[in-house]
């Protein structure tokens, strides 16, 4: 195998490599962007969706799932969110021979899905708040450029829709989202942005929409996710009212929560490198993997010793692979590597008759385990590991960040750029020229870069309203 | 609520009026026949795929999803496959405002999204067996009376498709899945038959197809899956070829493996009574139930015991719910008992004080269980309950079979008939005439009535070639 390319000067280049090499993904189905989740990159996927379960379930929400398919007159309620999808949506036009009555619409996202039916489900306020979920595939007939996970026209898409009595209660649970994402984001050492968009570059139908961004060096960002606040901009549309505890009737508040399999491409672009994926644990296909060193002096004491070792280490949950294959263990290693595997578990002649292993950290920390109380070893070295990881992600996350105070310092930026930002519209735009991508929005909490409020907008010189922004070129 | 329907003489309407009550599926979405899964349908639909997973994956298949959209190129490869799908599908053909270039079918079924994609995974024996299943959507544009779970426009559906070195390997591939199944089933508490389909109701485009029937009484079967041995049928049009140890060209033999949501379908009408769903304990939403019943004299023991007891079996790893509601007691057990829980225990005054809780499975088996080691009492009680479902279902099980000598006992026939049959189409269409059904096939291993081999045919009475098969009426 050939060398990746390199990830600084040749980030697309060298993901592609990756993932291909890596096999987690493969392109080469019928159909332009609809990508087939291979035996490795689907056990990639499910980890991560269980991490984003766990995470939503923790704060009440439910698992449902709607249909696959929309009425085109429910998908053209409101008017706003049609006019966001029309362009990029599949339309089913026919059953059989036959043209449908209704056609339909395969969901790019199930606002105009499950609207109708929670003003079904919601009557009283004792239905409230309504917290579910849905992991499903969604579609877009994407005509830029498509890339593995980045941009596909299949999209395997987390999307949480809530309705809640009041705004405040809906501002409550956009508090939540975020936070629920901070815990998932952790298990995915995966420092991140919370933005809120400019208006002009909200969710169609949103009152106002916070990004999930994660800076990808070089003054890219890759949106994986955002978190929407509705207020009732689709409950007035659908009908989704309730009787509140004084009788009246009220319409519900909503918002939404979603990620996409853009998280699967984020987690690869930040943690890969010059050899390939890195996975943190909680995602890892494989989180250790044994690989016996034959030596012509030890019989099969390797090879048996490493199934000892892959035995003990199942039966203590974890997943971990045995490579009893006919390679060299160079081979192996540079297989593994290239696959991210986090630990690398070695047994050759030597280890095996002092009963330890050697074990390699995907970053590349060496150490001797004692085969006594191994499981626990293992378990620590896999903390470390993801610890380290984290640690060299945050690095990279604060360095992909600059202060800008002119917009000629937009221009070819290769750092995300801070900068005052007095909120008109028209200022906005004159800032998405400069840096040749888009005003990201304002960051929610701390700003990345640490420093005193700007005194004035970058462009127009204003000081009243004046906060931080963030200027960047979303991939 | 209004009594459920009577099961024997009303089943549709009792089998209805259960999934709607229990609140398992909400049909009201705006797609005849595309049902929303709801919070408690979604639990039953999860746990009962965990279960298909584990079972699979020990026999070495891995997870992979293709996508959802078929190109009609390739759609169309196999003739009798397309003949067989072509009234049925859903098409895609327009993308945003623009006709597509190739029309796509929304898939009824995955062999003709995988081939393609096989024919480049498979190059040499050293990529034998190919074992691969995903769980996904498939679609079909049902023109017959809908109901939910049993037939159903979008369906929740398990797909294994493998790929063989010879055609021994291939048969035995099907064995290991009519074993496979057959662990899911014991699991679902569920007999079922597995039933070779006559030649002329085998999949389109198999070499044979095994059936897997569950008898619903009244002579009625439902079809919840089906093993399919494909030879070389799929194979040859789409090139799945192999460089076999002596460094021939060869064709692989493929086999495939389906499940749908009627296998869920199949566990409510089976199990379920005049009370409502009945669910064994691996597809249960919740395992158990905790309803405190509170008592003037005792204060909020009741409830701080009650909610003791539910933490310590959370913690324990069950699927437990504590019901602290405002409802009477009495209108819980209905409420439980209706949506099929296992287990409910009681907790009140005199159970608070002795350190006891009354346990009462969905069975109606009542007993005291000490708080001292409740975990194991309950885990215990949990397996008792199975087994308990398990006689029972297996008793309506044999009581769904009868022999048949003539083809007058065929006609109206509340049991499902096991009978002789020559193997000659001819007599086959005689013999569905007569049940008003389907014959259904020849029984794998032994057949359902035990009973000496059959002399004659039913229909012409030749006497060469005679074998078991069965007459019913598939819903």
């Not at 949103?206 to 003054?219: C, Q, V």
């Not at 943690?271 to 644990?281: E, I, L, S, W, Y």
Request: aromatic letters at 10%; proline letters at 6%; a negative charge.
């Amino acid at each position: 195998m050939a060398e990746l390319p390199d990830k600084r000067t040749q980030f697309i280049d060298w993901y592609l490599a990756v993932v291909e090499e890596a096999g987690l993904s493969d392109k080469r189905y019928g159909v332009k962007g609809m990508n087939v989740w291979t035996p490795y990159g689907f056990r990639a996927r499910r980890n991560l969706d269980s991490v984003m379960v766990r995470e939503i379930e923790a704060t009440g929400s439910q698992a449902v799932e709607f249909p696959a398919l929309i009425p085109e007159t429910e998908f053209a309620k409101e008017k706003e969110h049609i006019q966001g999808f029309d362009s990029e949506v599949y339309w089913v036009t026919k059953g059989g021979s036959s043209p449908l009555d209704v056609n339909l619409v395969l969901r790019p996202t199930s606002e105009t899905a499950m609207y109708p039916v929670f003003a079904l489900w919601v009557r009283s306020h004792q239905d409230l708040p309504l917290n579910v979920y849905q992991i499903v595939n969604t579609f877009r007939y994407e005509t830029k450029t498509t890339r593995p996970f980045l941009r596909v026209r299949e999209i395997h898409f987390f999307e949480e829709h809530t309705c809640q009595v009041d705004e405040a209660a809906a501002t409550a649970r956009v508090a939540s989202n975020l936070a629920a994402f901070a815990r998932m984001a952790e298990a995915f050492a995966l420092p991140f942005l919370a933005v809120r968009r400019p208006d002009w570059d909200k969710f169609a139908g949103a009152y106002y929409s916070i990004a999930l961004d994660i800076p990808l060096g070089g003054g890219r960002t890759l949106q994986i996710g955002s978190v929407h606040h509705y207020r009732e901009n689709f409950s007035g549309p659908y009908g989704i009212r309730y009787e509140a505890v004084d009788g009246s009737s009220r319409l519900v508040q909503q918002t939404t929560f979603g990620l996409s399999e853009r998280l699967l491409g984020a987690i690869l672009a930040v943690h890969g490198d010059r050899k390939g994926a890195v996975f943190p644990r909680a995602v890892a296909p494989f989180e250790v993997v044994v690989i016996p060193v034959p030596s012509s002096s030890a019989g099969d004491l390797p090879q048996r010793t490493a199934g000892e070792v892959a035995e003990r280490l199942a039966r203590h949950g974890l997943r971990v692979h045995l490579d009893a294959g006919p390679e060299r263990p160079g081979a192996k290693y540079y297989h593994w590597e290239l696959l991210g595997v986090p630990l690398r578990l070695e047994v050759g002649a030597r280890e095996a008759a002092a009963r330890t292993v050697t074990a390699v950290t995907r970053l590349g920390l060496k150490s001797s385990l004692p085969m006594d109380g191994l499981e626990e070893q293992v378990v620590a070295a896999l903390a470390g590991f993801d610890r380290a990881l984290a640690e060299r992600a945050l690095a990279e996350f604060r360095s992909a960040f600059a202060l800008a105070t002119s917009l000629d310092e937009l221009r070819d930026s290769a750092v995300v750029r801070q900068l005052g930002w007095c909120g008109r519209e028209e200022c906005g735009h004159r800032i998405e020229e400069a840096v040749d991508g888009g005003l990201l929005g304002v960051p929610e909490g701390k700003p990345p870069v640490e420093a005193p409020l700007p005194g004035t907008c970058i462009v127009c010189g204003r000081t009243d309203g004046v906060r931080w922004a963030l200027a960047g070129r979303p991939l």
